[in-house]
């Protein structure tokens, strides 16, 4: 009868967990003991900030009962009733069969079975499997661990990643001032202390830091954004919706350009610097290289067009004067740049090329002397004082995944299947094969892996047969995604098997669903917000650096087993059980070894870490900040603790990751590899967008489609399984018994079409159509539609059918294939053309 | 002597709806008697979050109100409960008790903040007891305040100098929400929107730029308030009354004089005001 509390952690922050009889009862964050925090103070003009001894989670996570219980989870094995293994296996049927429960031993027969038969048929290389791209949180069980370990096992075809949420960055900023260990991103140190500091203000261009959080840590930015408000720091947003970070700094300048011209606003304050000469030539004479071939651009001397505000006008329909006075405030004050969450994120840049917008944010910094105080590049959600001693393995570490850490494993399974598939083409490989790309993915390694070229189907390896579909929702947030039907439906995949714990957008395409359970139900370690691999230190988006003893706190629901278990239960039966779990390892063996592995045992030993469920590793009381880019603006060797640059602690230090190791506003890394690409030029370019505003198709669709990361879920997750989120307006709006997602329209774009604030709205274009709730609103700009991305709910009209009209909101299925440009191969939801009617059906 | 309240400061409220879905969390499925009966999974809202859009594009404002229970020192849920089914502590809070309550409909009718609701199942009335199980039992604050990640909701005691809650107030002008129902809330907000009028200026003949510094006056219902356009030829005045009529008078040397009347049944946004030269 009484109350247990265990630990865990989540992709929005750490938890308590109270369970009594076996039930979970309260989620509350983390509650640890007030003596634990040593709270950082950073002082500016006068005044000592500092966060008070809490953790604040995501809203969501406050809600992770009701996605632990929900009625959506997946209880059983089943498998499709018009699937047989030995008979006939009706592909077409994929997404309207109906399935019939069966027992575990019959689901891993049948799982094994095909994957040995595939195996033996074609070759290891015809099994190929995709994650989402976040997981529940754990490093012992992330996707990157037990689903890679065994898949390399079967040496199957790996799916490479597009560097979604950040794509111009990745393909085009990384060729103006390197970073490509951190994907195109920059480093992200103690920007908080020079923002409070010394910044006068700051241009949130294509960011919503409220909504999007610095990917895991929550809200606990937030404050800091509301001591910026109280501190009176400037705030200017450009975005085509006045978004909810926006909404806080009521005295905030919006600024709303069409969709896609971000880069010629850009262009134009380029031009006024330049005009003016308000820019700092030192800084461009002495830290950077190319600017002769990129000012004549700018002036109109190689083209004919000067890039005035009055020609931006026209391109943006944003005023001139605004254009002017923005680029007058930007170069006399000291101006922090946000260009998206994590400093480099943003709509912006997943949109047709993209890479140029992302370039020109670089590249007007580094015009104001990028690094010099109060001028960085800075999410707001990212760079707080911390530890940066303590090593501690993240999910994207290779030391932190079961699949490839000799820290933890003796036996480190290696594929030498060679073939690889593009994420963004994998339904187009599958239905109309060859496909070919650049790009290895995330291209951390170098700039080099970004213009490596693939081929599918690769020399000697076999066409995909098998698919493993590992947790996630495509239909949300893909591009083009009723392909992604279409594949399922192809007699080309001869078996399809689907993991994970939610009945999710793809889970009804499977022929066998397998039920997971999540990281409540299971043994794990992980810490708050920490991703490693090329996303390092992503715990400064903390108050608190914190590694949570993740403790299993109920048994597995249902019929659920854990991620592991499901994978050594098939290895059992592939007669490679001892070299998956590597000598019988069970998980909370790997999460003692993890810990071992650690800097954690100089700090605490483990009982205590296991019974107290929680380390709170503290900024050093005489913390030396090291703020991100000073050392390169000041002419020094790389101070910060940006391990995986590797030019860091060599007789390069004081270099960036270019090739010149300047910053570069004609690139030498794209001049060297695709001189002649005009889509992604050696210097950057405003292109018009291939669909945006005057482009082909325009006069059949004459609005643009929105589509962010979204506020109320982390991408798919707890949406649609998490029904409070239905309570709230902003995520979904109840009508006719049913929760809508809404779609947000300017009053004029609304009256022209007879649509009303609650309607039910069709959006569409030639690419298929998604009904919406409309919310009529003047944080729209005219000719844009807002509906977030990552509706976790794909429900066609018609189940089964790939043209059908979707009514859960995937307003993915509307974007386009086309990527970024010829050679970048990314996502581009951004560049979409529709229209909108009320739906009177 | 404790005397409990709740600081809501709006401008500090990002509308993140922490504090909706802890109170869902705490109360749901979970029987806290004699404080609170378990809130059912669906139809309840002991933490209203208002979301409150004003003006127009381009320039839009949003702002987020969280109503809870007010505890109402004078509460007409009290007043018409029978048999003690409503009580209030010393320290402020006002318990519906789940027991006595059943079948007293009237309870939920009777509150004008609509912050009672009524649980068909258990055919009784409930609302936000400010989790007082949980601060009988040592913890320091409810659950929403516990979830705030700005600050913009703090609760504590107002009879401690000390306490967070005594510092804020101590430089915040606050108010009850709706004074007029007269049920002396323990509440206090800070920052309730009220009406605005807003603008850009341009000089019409030095468009080119954005026209900063331009003295703008606004005139009516007994107050006179002055301010310049910002940077980028904006301005706004704010906290103005509701249905009222105002008089804008945007002056700068050399340009002619405009004088703009308006009412604000709704917030107001002039848009350009385009000053011409003398």
């Known amino acids: ?841 | 002597m404790t005397r409990l309240s709740m600081l809501i400061d709006v401008t500090r409220c990002s509308g993140c709806h922490n504090c909706f879905m802890a109170c869902r969390d705490e109360h749901y499925g979970n029987d806290y008697a004699p404080y609170s009966a378990p809130q059912p999974a669906h139809g309840q809202f002991w933490m209203q979050i208002k979301e409150i859009e004003r003006g127009a594009y381009p320039r839009p404002k949003l702002d987020y109100v969280p109503i809870p229970c007010q505890h109402c020192a004078d509460a007409p849920c009290m007043q018409v409960a029978q048999d003690d089914a409503v009580y209030r502590r010393d320290d402020g809070v006002v318990i519906i008790d789940p027991v006595k309550a059943k079948g007293q409909r009237q309870i939920v009718q009777a509150c004008p903040y609509r912050v009672v609701f009524w649980n068909a199942e258990l055919e009784i009335p409930q609302k936000c007891a400010l989790c007082a199980h949980r601060l009988d039992a040592g913890d320091k604050q409810p659950r929403c305040s516990e979830a705030c990640p700005t600050g913009a909701m703090v609760f504590g005691d107002l009879d401690d100098p000390q306490s967070e809650i005594s510092r804020r107030l101590a430089a915040l002008e606050t108010e009850v929400l709706h004074p007029e129902y007269g049920c002396s809330p323990l509440v206090l907000y800070h920052g309730i929107p009220r009406r605005f009028v807003a603008g850009e200026v341009v000089l019409d003949d030095a468009d080119d730029a954005c026209a900063q510094g331009v003295k703008v006056v606004l005139e009516g219902e007994g107050v006179r308030a002055e301010t310049t356009s910002d940077v980028f030829g904006q301005f706004e005045f704010e906290g103005l009354a509701r249905n009222a009529a105002y008089r804008v008078t945007v002056s700068h040397p050399g340009y002619v004089l405009r004088r703009i009347d308006v009412k604000t049944q709704t917030d107001v946004d002039l848009g350009e005001i385009v000053l011409t030269a003398s």
């Open chain 1, 1 to 841: 009868m009484t109350e247990q509390v265990f630990t865990n952690c989540t992709n929005c922050g750490p938890v308590s967990v109270y369970v009594k009889d076996g039930e979970v009862v309260r989620i509350r964050p983390l509650v640890a003991d007030e003596a634990d925090f040593r709270p950082w103070t950073i002082e500016a003009d006068g005044v000592k900030y500092s966060p008070p001894k809490k953790f604040n989670l995501a809203p969501m996570a406050h809600a992770e009962r009701r996605r632990l219980y929900s009625d959506e989870r997946i209880r059983y094995p089943m498998k499709r009733a018009d699937f047989d293994p030995n008979g006939a296996r009706n592909p077409q049927n994929r997404g309207k069969s109906p399935y019939v429960r069966i027992s575990w031993d019959e689901a891993l027969d049948v799982v094994s079975g095909e994957i040995r038969r595939v195996k033996d048929t074609y070759g290891g290389s015809a099994i190929s499997g995709l994650t989402s791209s976040h997981h529940n949180w754990g490093i012992v069980g992330y996707k990157m661990g037990p689903f890679s370990r065994f898949m390399n096992l079967l040496e199957y075809t790996p799916v490479l990643d597009n560097p979604d949420s950040w794509e111009g960055w990745h393909w085009g900023a990384t060729h103006s001032y390197g970073f490509y260990w951190r994907l195109g991103m920059p480093e992200p140190f103690d920007q908080l202390e020079d923002a409070l500091q010394n910044a006068e203000m700051i241009v949130l261009w294509s960011n919503d830091p409220d909504s999007t959080r610095g990917t895991y840590s929550g809200q606990e930015s937030a404050l800091w954004r509301t001591w910026l408000k109280e501190k009176g720091v400037q705030m200017v947003f450009i975005d085509p919706f006045h978004n909810y970070t926006n909404a806080i700094f009521d005295k905030a300048k919006w600024i709303a350009p069409r969709m896609g011209t971000d880069a010629a606003l850009a262009m134009a304050i380029a031009y006024v610097w330049i005009t003016e000469d308000t820019y700092d030539k030192k800084y461009v004479a002495e830290r950077t290289i190319g600017f002769d071939e990129f000012k004549p651009y700018v002036l109109g001397e190689t083209d004919g067009v000067p890039k005035t505000p009055e020609w931006a006008a026209e391109e943006c329909d944003v005023q001139a004067r605004v254009i002017r006075t923005l680029a007058r405030e930007w170069a006399a004050r000291r101006t922090i740049l946000s260009g998206g969450a994590r400093g480099g994120e943003g709509g912006a840049c997943r949109t047709a090329y993209g890479t140029e917008w992302a370039r020109m944010m670089v590249l007007l910094q580094a015009m104001q002397g990028l690094g010099k105080p109060g001028r960085s590049i800075w999410g707001t959600a990212m760079g707080a004082p911390t530890d940066f001693e303590t090593w501690f393995p993240a999910y994207a570490d290779p030391m932190g995944r079961i699949s490839l850490s000799k820290l933890v494993a003796d036996f480190i399974p290696v594929n030498p299947t060679k073939q690889r598939l593009w994420r963004l083409t994998v339904p187009d490989a599958i239905l109309d094969p060859p496909v070919s790309w650049y790009g290895a993915g995330f291209c951390g390694q170098s700039l080099e892996q970004q213009f490596e070229h693939f081929v599918y189907p690769a020399e000697g390896c076999s066409e995909i047969k098998l698919f493993y579909r590992y947790g996630g929702s495509f239909m949300g947030t893909m591009s083009d995604t009723s392909k992604w039907v279409r594949m399922y439906q192809s007699p080309k995949l001869e078996f399809v098997v689907n993991q994970d714990i939610w009945y999710n957008s793809e889970t009804r395409m499977a022929d066998v669903i397998l039920p997971a359970c999540t990281n409540f139900e299971r043994d794990d370690v992980g810490e708050f917000a920490a991703c490693g691999g090329y996303t390092t230190n992503s715990h400064t988006g903390n108050n608190f650096r914190v590694i949570v003893r993740e403790k299993k706190c109920i048994e597995p629901l249902w019929e659920s087993r854990s991620d592991y278990q499901i994978f050594a239960d098939l290895s059992e039966r592939l007669g490679l059980y001892d070299e998956f779990t590597d000598g019988g390892k069970t998980e909370l063996d790997w999460v003692k070894l993890f810990f071992e592995a650690s800097d954690l045992p100089k700090l605490v030993d483990w009982e205590t870490f296991d019974r107290k469920g929680y380390h709170i590793i503290n900024a050093p009381e005489d913390y030396k900040p090291t703020p991100m880019m000073r050392w390169f603006a000041e002419g020094r060797e790389c101070d910060t603790p940006d391990l995986m640059n590797p030019k860091r602690g060599t007789d390069k230090a004081h270099e960036l990751g270019t090739y010149s190791g300047k910053i570069e506003f004609s690139s030498e890394s794209l001049k060297a590899h695709f001189p002649d690409d005009e889509e992604r030029p050696v210097h950057p370019k405003y292109i018009r967008s291939w669909e945006g505003y005057l482009s082909e198709g325009y006069d059949r669709y004459p609005l643009q489609l929105l589509s962010p990361h979204p506020r109320f879920s982390f991408h798919c997750h707890y949406d649609k399984h998490t029904d409070w989120l239905d309570d709230i307006p902003v995520h979904r709006i109840k009508k006719d018994g049913y929760a809508w997602w809404p779609a947000r329209i300017h009053p004029d774009d609304a009256e022209a079409r007879g649509v009303r604030n609650g309607d039910i709205v069709r959006l569409y274009n030639d690419r298929g159509s998604v009904l919406c709730c409309a919310v009529v609103t003047g944080r729209v700009r005219p000719g844009v539609v807002h509906s977030y991305a990552s509706s976790a709910n794909y429900d066609p009209l018609l189940p089964g059918n790939a043209g059908a009209i979707d009514k859960g909101g995937c307003v993915n299925i509307l974007t386009p294939s086309r990527m970024l440009s010829r050679n970048a191969p990314g996502m581009t939801p951004n560049s979409c053309l529709i229209d909108v009617e009320k739906w009177e059906g």
